[in-house]
């Protein structure tokens, strides 16, 4: 699975970061939207680009934007608590609209760019 997100927002940066640190099994890979790589991935499986306010997740031929990468990407993760539960529980429709509104405040909640990371998760990134 590839997480396709706004490699130049913070907030977004945080949230690969965020990823990475809850996915110890490695099945996420990540790269920027506006990479070659992403444009390739997407053009490989004949998909448009996607919204560029919207972290995507390539799952084989299946983007999912959204409110639903939200939800695909948390089921796949080591966490509990809050954020698994709203995963879960919400409807799409309402982490759509969450995530919209998260998009619009995204570069005033994130400040600058970005972790490094460490050797074994930046091969992960395409």
């Given at each position: 699975?590839?997480?396709?997100?706004?490699?130049?927002c913070g907030f977004?940066?945080?949230?690969?970061?965020?990823?990475?640190k809850h996915d110890?099994?490695?099945?996420?890979?990540?790269?920027?939207?506006?990479?070659?790589?992403?444009?390739?991935?997407?053009?490989?499986?004949?998909?448009?680009?996607?919204?560029?306010?919207?972290?995507?997740?390539?799952?084989?031929?299946?983007?999912?934007?959204?409110?639903?990468a939200v939800r695909?990407?948390?089921?796949?993760?080591?966490?509990?608590?809050?954020?698994?539960?709203?995963?879960?529980?919400?409807?799409?429709?309402?982490?759509?609209?969450?995530?919209?509104?998260?998009?619009?405040?995204?570069?005033?909640?994130?400040?600058?760019?970005?972790?490094?990371?460490?050797?074994?998760?930046?091969?992960?990134?395409?």
């Amino acid at each position: 699975m590839v997480v396709l997100f706004d490699g130049d927002c913070g907030f977004c940066n945080r949230s690969v970061e965020f990823i990475w640190k809850h996915d110890p099994g490695g099945r996420f890979w990540f790269a920027p939207l506006e990479s070659a790589a992403a444009r390739g991935l997407l053009e490989e499986i004949g998909v448009a680009a996607p919204d560029p306010e919207s972290m995507c997740l390539v799952a084989g031929e299946t983007v999912c934007q959204r409110g639903e990468a939200v939800r695909r990407i948390c089921a796949e993760l080591e966490l509990c608590g809050p954020v698994k539960w709203i995963s879960r529980v919400l409807p799409v429709v309402v982490l759509d609209a969450g995530y919209r509104v998260v998009a619009r405040l995204r570069r005033r909640l994130g400040g600058e760019c970005c972790a490094v990371p460490p050797d074994e998760v930046r091969r992960r990134f395409l």
